[in-house]
Each structure stands twice: as C-alpha cells, then as structure tokens.
C-alpha cells in the first residue's frame, strides 16, 4: 500500500486547487490554492447531515463561533473547523498565490514562520442553503 504526502485535486473550482495533507498531529488538513487572478469566492462548501438526521441534528444549526470556528452540530456532538488561516505567498517576483488553509480538528493550531507569506483576514461566512463560503480581507 502506497503512502502519499500529500494529495491534489486541480480544477475543483476555476483557477483552485484542493490539497490534502497530514500535520504532525496526525490530522487531516488541507489548502484550497487560488491562482492569481482567479476568484476565491468561487469556493462554496455544502454542510449537511448525512441519512436521517436525529430530532437533536435538525434543531441545531450551523453557526460561526464568537472565536470564527465553523460549528457543525451532529449526533455525536460539534464538529468544529478552525478559522481559516489566509496568506499570499510570493512564488516569483512579478506572481502570487492565495492559500486558504482548513482543518478538522480540535485542538492547536498551524502557525508559518515563513518570511515570504503575507497573511490577509479571512473567517467563514454561512448562505441560508447550509453552504459554507471564504470572506477574504484586502
């Protein structure tokens, strides 16, 4: 059985990329890659039970925590994803792309040390159709 480092999906929306990878921590994370002049707000993510929902499930809704996380209700308890940490990163001198980095994890957190990444605001933003969409600062 192969094991792989990383795995990318290319073209998942106009101009973005999916990455997948392992931390440290042995967590699923992953990276949506936007190339310069291609829309992130393309990125839209449907949130929603799977089978039949429990009386509990339906009740509750997704939400944004006051610390930005996207909460997930579920049968089991809160799904959380952490704020999305957002940077450009210079590639060349004259190009750059956006990164949009995810996780699905409870605790800590991903931090660059890198000089050459430049971090924009960014927080999840939620349609009334349990679609989960990137709001990108300046």
Same mark, same amino acid.
């Given at each position: 059985?192969?094991? *792989?480092?990383?795995v990318?999906?290319?073209? #998942?929306?106009?101009?973005?990329?999916?990455? *997948?990878?392992?931390?440290?921590?042995? %967590?699923?994370?992953?990276?949506?890659?936007?190339?310069?002049? =291609?829309?992130?707000?393309?990125?839209?993510?449907?949130v929603?039970? #799977?089978?039949?929902?429990?009386? =509990?499930?339906?009740?509750?809704?997704?939400?944004?925590?006051?610390?930005?996380?996207? #909460?997930?209700? @579920?049968? =089991?308890?809160?799904?959380?994803f952490?704020?999305?940490?957002?940077?450009?990163?210079?590639?060349t001198?004259?190009?750059?792309?956006? @990164?949009v980095q995810?996780? =699905?994890?409870?605790?800590? @957190?991903?931090?660059?040390?890198?000089?050459?990444? %430049?971090?924009v +605001?960014?927080?999840? @933003?939620?349609?009334?159709? +349990?679609? #989960?969409?990137f709001a990108?600062?300046?």
């Amino acid at each position: 059985m192969a094991n *792989y480092a990383q795995v990318k999906y290319a073209g #998942v929306y106009p101009g973005v990329d999916l990455v *997948y990878y392992g931390n440290q921590g042995g %967590q699923l994370e992953y990276d949506f890659v936007v190339a310069a002049g =291609a829309d992130p707000g393309a990125i839209a993510q449907s949130v929603g039970a #799977v089978g039949e929902p429990s009386k =509990a499930h339906r009740d509750a809704s997704l939400r944004i925590a006051a610390n930005g996380d996207l #909460v997930i209700p @579920t049968g =089991a308890g809160e799904l959380r994803f952490r704020k999305p940490v957002v940077y450009q990163e210079k590639l060349t001198a004259d190009s750059r792309q956006l @990164t949009v980095q995810g996780e =699905a994890r409870r605790v800590g @957190t991903r931090q660059s040390t890198s000089n050459e990444r %430049q971090f924009v +605001d960014g927080r999840f @933003t939620l349609d009334g159709q +349990d679609q #989960v969409h990137f709001a990108l600062g300046p």
